[in-house]
């Protein structure tokens, strides 16, 4: 993709109310939302997308979390997309995020850490393809 980013709303920001405030950071920081959709996951839709996961010891937890909500699937744009995106939500643990990044602002704890985004070009392509057609893109 190289200009492209995925990213979910996870379910306890979406039950939160912040998937509005989330979204509204996203294009504050120059992205721009190309596809979008609010879901739910079944449990095997996410142990399929986090199949990459699935020899570590918190990948039931995960998956179980990633279905038991809806979520907010969007592909974004913009130069250095994946790199950019990774600096606006902060680190995985909220506890380590930077102030004023996303996860700073809205997670929960290293779980419910509000959204998922891509960690490279390549898993950009595969996670925005899990949730999108060609036709969904725009």
């Known amino acids: 993709m ?3 980013t995925f990213t979910m709303v996870k379910p ?9 405030a989330i979204l ?10 190309k596809a979008m959709k609010m879901l739910r996951m079944s449990k095997a839709e996410a ?3 986090y199949a990459v996961h699935k020899e570590r010891p918190f990948y039931g ?3 179980d979390f990633m279905s038991e909500g809806p979520i907010v699937a969007a ?14 939500i902060g680190a995985t643990n909220p506890k380590e995020a930077a102030e004023g990044t996303i996860r700073k602002k809205f997670a929960t704890d290293i779980q419910a850490n509000a959204v998922h985004g891509s960690d490279s070009d390549e898993n950009a392509t595969i996670e ?4 999108f ?4 893109i725009f």
């Open 47 to 49: 142990m399929v997308f």
């Open 61 to 63: 937890e995960l998956t």
């Open 12 to 20: 306890t920001a979406v039950g939160n109310g912040n998937a509005a």
């Open 24 to 33: 509204n950071a996203i294009t504050e920081g120059g992205f721009k939302i």
């Open 128 to 131: 925005g393809s899990f949730f």
């Open 133 to 136: 057609s060609a036709k969904e």
């Open 75 to 88: 592909i974004l744009e913009k130069d250095n997309a994946v790199e950019d995106y990774r600096k606006l």
């Open 2 to 4: 190289g200009n492209y």
